[in-house]
Every structure is written in structure tokens, then in C-alpha cells.
T-cell receptor
Framework: DGGITQSPKYLFRKEGQNVTLSCEQN?????MYWYRQDPGQGLRLIYY???????QKGDIAEGYSVSREKKESFPLTVTSAQKNPTAFYLC?????????????FGPGTRLTVL | GEDVEQSLFLSVREGDSSVINCTYT??????LYWYKQEPGAGLQLLTY?????DMKQDQRLTVLLNKKDKHLSLRIADTQTGDSAIYFC????????????FGDGTTLTVKP
């Protein structure tokens, strides 16, 4: 079955540490996205990538970094520069059409800073 | 700028109909979507509507689109406790580089 996976499901980080969240898809999708979800605030776009080896900042990129070395993979690193990283992180992918943009979401990673 | 707005909460009784509303600001929106998110999970597409349509029906779901007022609604008939979730409205258009703009989500609570 094709789909999108995220790991780990739960992640705990001490202040000052960098952590990397994994996102993998086997849907052969060109575009991938990272969102942050806080209670009552919906989804906020962190980074997105429309093609391998290229990515763009979203609305809240500060304190985060990404890479897109393979079509299937789009890892997100939460750096120590992110002052309030505790949140639910969602990865998504799409075919990359400019009009129809159905997003396929992973199950999410809940990051807690101790 | 682009914006999608929804009311935050809706509570209904089991068996009643639920109507979740959404407004958007960009008239060039091409597709509009409804996603469902269950607790602790990712979003799943429920249905979508193309901007030149007024209505789309899919089993218990009815989507109504009023382009003039930029208003989208999702009606769930015979609402069940399993429909309790957060529902997100979203839109996409060619000028947004393949991205979607999401509302903040409406939390639907279905009481037995």
C-alpha cells in the first residue's frame, strides 16, 4: 500500500538539542510539506519542497531546517534556535499539480521539550 | 491576502445533521477541500469541489459552494459519534505554487 510515514510518533527533547523528524513517502509524489499544529491554531507551513534538491521556506521557517536529497524523503530538523518547539508536526505530500492539490498526510510526530 | 476562516466549535446530537461553514477570500481559488482529523492523527481528505460547481454529494456528505459570497459548507447527514473530529477547510489555486491554504479547523462534537 502506498502511503506516507513519519517517525517517531513521540519525541522528547531537552532544551538546546537539535532533533530530526523523519518523513518518507512511497506515492511517487513530487511535492512534500512540513506543518506545525498547535491547539486552536490549525496548520502552519514550515517548509515545502516541489522537487528533489530544492525547498522553500513557509510561514514559520525560523529555527527549522530541511533537506530533500531523495524524492521519497523530506526530514525536518528542529534546531535549538526554535524557542517553542513543543507541538504536533505533520508531513504531507502531493503530486505537485498547480491546481488540484490533494494532500496526503502522515500520522504526525508529537515533539515535547523537557 | 489569502485567508480561510471557520468557526472553531460545533456540537450536535447523534442522528442530527451537522453543517460546518467556511469562508475564503481569494476569488481565484480553483479547488476547495474538506479534510477530517481524528485525535492524534494526520488529516484525511473527505471530499473536494471544483470551483465551477455549486454542489457535490457523496453518501452522507454534501458540499455547497457559493462563489459570489466565497462561502463553502459541509453538511453531514445522520451524524454519528464516529464523526467527532476536527474538520479543516482548504483551498488551492495556480498562483499559490502548488500549496494549499487551510482554515484553523472546526471541532465537531457529537453527543449520544
Amino acid at each position: 500500500d502506498g502511503g506516507i510515514t513519519q517517525s517517531p510518533k513521540y519525541l522528547f527533547r531537552k532544551e538546546g538539542q537539535n532533533v530530526t523528524l523523519s518523513c518518507e513517502q512511497n506515492l511517487n509524489h513530487d511535492a512534500m510539506y512540513w506543518y506545525r499544529q498547535d491547539p486552536g491554531q490549525g496548520l502552519r507551513l514550515i517548509y515545502y519542497s516541489q522537487i528533489v534538491n530544492d525547498f522553500q521556506k513557509g510561514d514559520i521557517a525560523e529555527g527549522y531546517s530541511v533537506s530533500r536529497e531523495k524524492k521519497e524523503s523530506f526530514p525536518l530538523t528542529v534546531t535549538s534556535a526554535q524557542k517553542n518547539p513543543t507541538a504536533f508536526y505533520l508531513c504531507a505530500s502531493t503530486r505537485g499539480d498547480l491546481t488540484y492539490n490533494e494532500q496526503f498526510f502522515g500520522p504526525g510526530t508529537r515533539l515535547t521539550v523537557l | 491576502g489569502e485567508d480561510v476562516e471557520q468557526s472553531l466549535f460545533l456540537s450536535v446530537r447523534e442522528g442530527d445533521s451537522s453543517v460546518i461553514n467556511c469562508t475564503y477570500t481569494d476569488s481565484s481559488s480553483t479547488y476547495l477541500y474538506w479534510y477530517k482529523q481524528e485525535p492524534g492523527a494526520g488529516l484525511q481528505l473527505l471530499t473536494y469541489i471544483f470551483s465551477n460547481m455549486d454542489m457535490k454529494q457523496d453518501q452522507r456528505l454534501t458540499v455547497l459552494l457559493n462563489k459570489k459570497d466565497k462561502h463553502l459548507s459541509l453538511r453531514i447527514a445522520d451524524t454519528q459519534t464516529g464523526d467527532s473530529a476536527i474538520y479543516f477547510c482548504a483551498e488551492s489555486r495556480p498562483t499559490n505554487a502548488g500549496k494549499s491554504t487551510f482554515g484553523d479547523g472546526t471541532t465537531l462534537t457529537v453527543k449520544p
